[in-house]
């Protein structure tokens, strides 16, 4: 198998995985960046991105992560498109096979792997993913101001987004699959004292409902069969993320939902040299932003740790 040894290396092209090639290229570190099979991660799906500091008119997701790529290579990344299909952390240098058929010995690796949002699976819901159809409605919820809108979930996360939208929105429909609400009683408080949400307790979405515009409704069905349609233009997926993390078990220690755990206050994981960035590390954020950030703090805890060696 052919070896490439490099001294620092970033798994992940997402906000996180750019914005620390920002840095590390710039402390002369010359980073290898693996991109993954989702290149420039989830906002590749998004459309229009309006809250990333520095563009007052929006920008297109896909533009804004060519952006911090170009960006990235402009200092000296290689930014290099394969897939990590193996490691072993077990000693430095880390041993990374990319492709199943190449292994890089890095003697630092920061993942950022990022977190895939949940999805019900449907075809109709896949149809209308930017069209309607998001996971983010702290991304997307301004799109769809005085507008009636769907929320599918029953936990913290979709009360949170629910009650975010119904500041913004006509209308707040939230689908839930159990007769209950399972997040915290605060949460469920809020959203029940809200009058312009409506919980509809015991329903699954059978298809999401739309035309050539967008979004136009959700056909639901209950235990007995019952079917419902509801017309909204916006449909929220609040039923969970889960982190990319599944390379990384048996190595990195994990928190009970799969994200990397690391040192309060920074990137640093339980193994020296190895750090994280980005939603992969954060269960509660998971904004562009907060995953740039977190990539800084991974480059500078990365640059201190090779000037210690």
Do not use: W
């Amino acid at each position: 198998m052919n070896t490439e040894h490099v001294k620092s290396l970033i798994i992940g092209s997402g906000p996180a995985g750019y914005t620390a090639a920002i840095y590390l290229s710039r402390a002369n570190l010359a980073p290898v960046l693996y991109e993954g099979l989702a290149p420039g991660g989830q906002l590749t799906t998004t459309t229009e991105v309006e809250n990333f500091p520095g563009y007052p008119d929006g920008i297109n997701g896909p533009d804004l992560m060519e952006d911090l790529k170009k960006q990235a290579q402009k200092f000296g990344t290689d930014v290099r498109f394969g897939v990590v299909t193996n490691v072993d952390f077990s000693a430095r240098p880390f041993k990374v096979t990319v492709d199943g058929s190449k292994e890089i010995e890095a003697e630092t690796v920061i993942v950022a792997t990022g977190a895939t949002a949940k999805y019900l699976g449907l075809e109709s819901e896949n149809r209308y993913k930017g069209m309607g159809v998001s996971a983010c409605a702290t991304c997307d919820g301004f799109f769809f101001r005085k507008k009636d809108v769907i929320v599918v979930g029953g936990g913290d996360t979709a009360c949170e987004e629910a009650n975010y939208l119904s500041s913004i929105c006509n209308k707040v429909y939230m689908v839930v699959r159990k007769p209950y609400l399972r997040a915290s009683k605060a949460m469920q408080e809020r959203v029940m004292n809200r009058p312009n949400i409506e919980i509809l307790f015991g329903y699954n979405t059978k298809e999401v409902l739309g035309d050539d515009t967008g979004v136009t409704g959700a056909l639901i069905v209950n235990d007995k069969g019952e079917e419902k349609v509801i017309n909204a233009e916006g449909f929220f997926l609040a039923i969970g993320h889960q982190p990319n993390t599944e390379l990384f078990k048996g190595f990195l220690e994990l928190d009970d939902e799969g994200y990397i755990v690391t040192k309060p206050g920074t990137s640093i994981t339980n193994i020296p040299g190895i750090f994280a960035a980005g939603d992969v590390r954060d269960r509660n954020y998971k904004q562009a932003i907060t995953a740039a950030g977190s990539g800084c703090i991974a480059a500078i805890d990365c640059e201190r740790y090779i000037l210690s060696l």
